[in-house]
């Protein structure tokens, strides 16, 4: 069965604290993928990772740093919280040739005060 | 880029009803996926559907690729079908990016 672990289901941060979310997955996926989901914005892609220490940036990278040191692992940084960055983060995986599904974690709420 | 738009934005049904969810793409896509979230925000695979039918239990879908639309129907809703569904899709290359539409809100009452 598909696996993607997400480290917390809740987390709070104070504001300028580094944060760190990681991601791991069981089904030797190319693919990796940081979403963060808010109300009236959906679901956003932040940054993803093609391959071992490759990185793209996505629609929203600002504020946001990733790390992929082994295929299975896939963190999310946040140098210096805000409070705007209180959402909702979503990780996914996916093969790199096709089929393109993507299966996702389940997420981490995050809330900076 | 990409536009994914989805119709209706909410909907209440009684249980047992059947409904029909859309999904408008505005591009080619090499990828579809419809998701639905649970209410602790977990997004569930329902189906990955860049073109034809597929069908899973109460659930079904068609994609016609041409005409930039995919159809969720769901048949004899329960009330642990409520919540959010999405549709999302890619049209990129390898790393394939989704864009999500804004999703329907589904309410089934007992």
């Known amino acids: 069965d598909v696996k993607v672990t997400q480290s917390s289901r809740y987390l709070v941060k104070r504001t300028g604290e580094k944060v760190f979310l990681e991601c791991v997955q069981d089904?030797?996926?190319?693919?990796m993928f940081w979403y963060r989901q808010d109300p009236g914005l959906g679901l956003r892609l932040i940054y993803f990772s093609y391959d071992v220490k490759m990185k793209e940036k996505g629609d929203i990278p600002e504020g946001y740093s990733v790390s992929r040191e082994k295929k299975e692992r896939f963190s999310l940084i946040l140098e210096s919280a805000s409070t705007n960055q209180t959402s909702m983060y979503l990780c996914a995986s996916s093969f790199a040739p096709p089929p393109y599904e993507q299966y996702f974690g389940p997420g981490t709420r995050l809330t900076v005060t | 880029g990409i536009q994914v738009e989805q119709s209706p934005p909410d909907l209440i049904l009684q249980e047992g009803a059947n409904s029909t969810l859309r999904c408008n793409f505005s591009?080619?896509?090499?990828?579809l996926q419809w998701f639905h979230q649970n209410p602790w925000g977990q997004l569930i695979n329902l189906f990955y559907?860049?073109?034809g039918t597929k069908q899973n239990g109460r659930l079904s879908a068609t994609t016609v690729a041409t005409e930039r639309y995919s159809l969720l129907y769901i048949s004899s809703s329960q009330t642990t079908d409520s919540g959010v569904y999405f549709c999302a899709v890619g049209h990129g290359g390898a790393t394939n990016k989704l864009i999500f539409g804004t999703g329907t809100l589904l309410a089934v009452q007992p």
């Open positions: 591009d080619s896509v090499n990828n």
């Open positions: 559907i860049p073109s």
């Open positions: 089904m030797d996926h190319e693919n």
